[in-house]
T-cell receptor, first 118, second 113 residues
């Protein structure tokens, strides 16, 4: 079974500063994917970034980067130059490529509420 | 940009009634999913659907729930005899073998009273 743990219920950051949101995972699968989604107060789920278990380089997407440490089973999200619009709930999630159901079946963590202060 | 569309955005129903939540996945996607998020809690997988059949389902997805792809575009979640604890946000998602990420709809907030 897969498990995602996000130990930070809430985080605060000053505008324009960088912030790291923690995520650890547990799986017995050899091939898996790690994702971060943003959920603003309006409720939709917005995909941010993906890291494959065999990717040697950390993923980056604009101001988002994923600090992937496979041996530690961690996949922390780093947001650089925080903006007020970054205030939202952030979910770490993982998938398995086993079973052929593609990457859509996700196991989510509990989420971290990020608040960006002006 | 193509997107997953869910209707209605908010549904209020009486306990014991049946509801159907509707989703239009992205047109060239092959894999379809329903997730549930009880208020303030994490998102939970309900069911995945591929090639016109359920490929995987969670413990939550019991006989009260069913899914259907009645035509080439819609993907529905039916909840029979709704209970108060079915109140949640329900997300539809889809992806294709060409994508690594699942694309989520904006969600349907179900309130059972």
């Amino acid at each position: 079974a897969q498990k995602i743990t996000q130990t930070q219920p809430g985080m605060f950051v000053q505008e324009k500063e960088a912030v790291t949101l923690d995520c650890t995972y547990d799986t017995s699968d050899q091939s898996y994917g790690l994702f971060w989604y943003k959920q603003p107060s309006s409720g939709e789920m917005i995909f941010l970034i993906y890291q494959g278990s065999y990717d040697e380089q950390n993923a980056t997407e604009g101001r988002y980067s994923l600090n992937f440490q496979k041996a530690r089973k961690s996949a922390n999200l780093v947001i650089s130059a925080s903006q007020l619009g970054d205030s939202a709930m952030y979910f770490c999630a993982m998938s398995s490529n086993a079973g052929g159901t593609s990457y859509g079946k996700l196991t989510f963590g509990q989420g971290t509420i990020l608040t960006v202060h002006p | 940009e193509p997107e997953v569309t869910q209707t209605p955005s908010h549904q209020v129903t009486q306990m014991g009634q049946e509801v159907i939540l509707r989703c239009v996945p992205i047109s060239n996607h092959l894999y379809f999913y329903w997730y549930r998020q009880i208020l303030g809690q994490k998102v939970e997988f309900l069911v995945s659907f591929y090639n016109n059949e359920i490929s995987e389902k969670s413990e939550i997805f019991d006989d009260q729930f069913s899914v259907e792809r009645p035509d080439g575009s819609n993907f529905t979640l039916k909840i029979r005899s709704t209970k108060l604890e079915d109140s949640a946000m329900y997300f539809c998602a889809s992806n294709s073998p060409m994508n690594t990420e699942a694309f989520f709809g904006q969600g349907t907030r179900l309130t059972v009273v």
